[in-house]
């Protein structure tokens, strides 16, 4: 017998090499928080990929994980929230940051939670088990009903689930090891093939607005390379007045005297702030000499330190 608590989720791998394969499991890729929920005899516990405790953001889905599951349990999953069909980053922001569950419910952003794994069940450590069979289990210990879904997976044919994903408008495809074990961090185990491009980004200025617009006129971003944090270009698109004025609020805060970035920033009207923060950005793809094509803000992160956050290669 052991006892379930909290540990570090499996992060997936970035790959361009798209693929089928009979000892592989396909699910589809959702955008929003990752999730793992530890429960060890009294109220369900929701914890960030940093282990942040969730629960006053979600209290829908501390109910919901309290009347299922058993009394003792570890399960991994991601917290969505839906544009239309899609899961969608940016629809889950008002709920992301918050800590009164109240305000949480007042937004009326509904959430859902979708399950992928169990790492501990009624007093038995999962993890050395293969995924087909803690897929199995996990499919037996709730009962999934809404705000709690199971996420469903195929076998075998990556490829045409990967073309039918990016056709949907999806993130992409996970692809896992059915026969892997659950390990913490990044994993050759998870692979990831994505639709679109996009990654975490750390922010390191920004600058003065133009024209009508308030608050700033993009923000400076980058990413780190061993202890250096190197400059990816600016994003000045996908903000509202609110998010503006909320954003800039931050940023005056964090205003300091030094560039953060080792490579020189030529861009007018610049601020630097400490890297602190940490930005989910889309973007087109990388140009020849490293900085994005087309970005767009799609929100602030809480759950990945800015020192975590690296350049994604395949």
């Known amino acids: 017998m052991t006892t379930p ?5 499996t992060l997936a791998t970035l790959t361009d090499r798209r693929f089928s394969d009979a000892g592989w499991m396909f699910e589809r890729k959702l955008d929003g928080v990752r999730a793992i929920c530890v429960r060890d005899g009294g109220t369900p516990t929701l914890y960030s990929r940093n282990h942040k405790v969730m629960d006053n953001a979600y209290p829908e889905l501390v ?3 309290d009347r299922q599951g058993g009394p003792r349990f570890v399960a991994d999953g991601e917290i969505v929230a839906f544009d239309g069909d899609n899961t969608s980053f940016a629809a889950l922001q008002p709920r992301i940051h918050l800590t009164d569950p109240a305000r949480a419910r007042a937004t009326g952003v509904r959430v859902y939670y979708y399950l992928f794994d169990l790492l501990h069940f009624d007093g038995h450590d999962a993890t050395p088990l293969p995924l087909r069979e803690r897929k199995a289990l996990l499919k037996d210990a709730f009962e999934f009903t809404d705000p709690l879904r199971l996420s469903a997976h195929r076998n075998t044919d990556g490829e045409k689930f990967f ?3 990016c056709r949907r408008g999806w993130e992409g495809v996970i692809a896992k090891r059915a026969d892997a074990p659950y390990h913490s961090g990044r994993s050759a185990d998870w692979l990831k093939f994505k639709c679109a491009q996009g990654q975490e980004l750390v922010v390191g200025g920004f600058t003065d607005p133009q024209g009508a617009r308030h608050g700033f006129g993009a923000l400076l ?9 190197r400059y990816a270009g600016k994003v000045g698109t996908g903000f509202d007045e609110k998010l503006l004025a909320s954003l800039h609020d931050q940023l005056r805060e964090l205003e300091t ?7 020189a920033v030529r861009e007018q009207g610049t601020h630097w702030v400490r890297p602190e923060l940490v930005a989910q950005i889309g973007f087109s793809e990388w140009t020849r000499d ?3 094509r087309h970005p767009r803000f799609l929100g602030l992160r809480d759950d990945k330190k800015p020192a975590d956050v690296v350049r994604e290669k395949p």
């Open 221 to 229: 971003l980058g990413y780190y390379d061993g202890d250096e944090l």
């Open 290 to 292: 490293g900085r994005l």
């Open 5 to 9: 608590g909290w540990r570090e989720p």
């Open 163 to 165: 073309e039918e994903a």
């Open 63 to 65: 109910e919901a994980l």
């Open 257 to 263: 005297g030094r560039s953060p970035f080792a490579d």
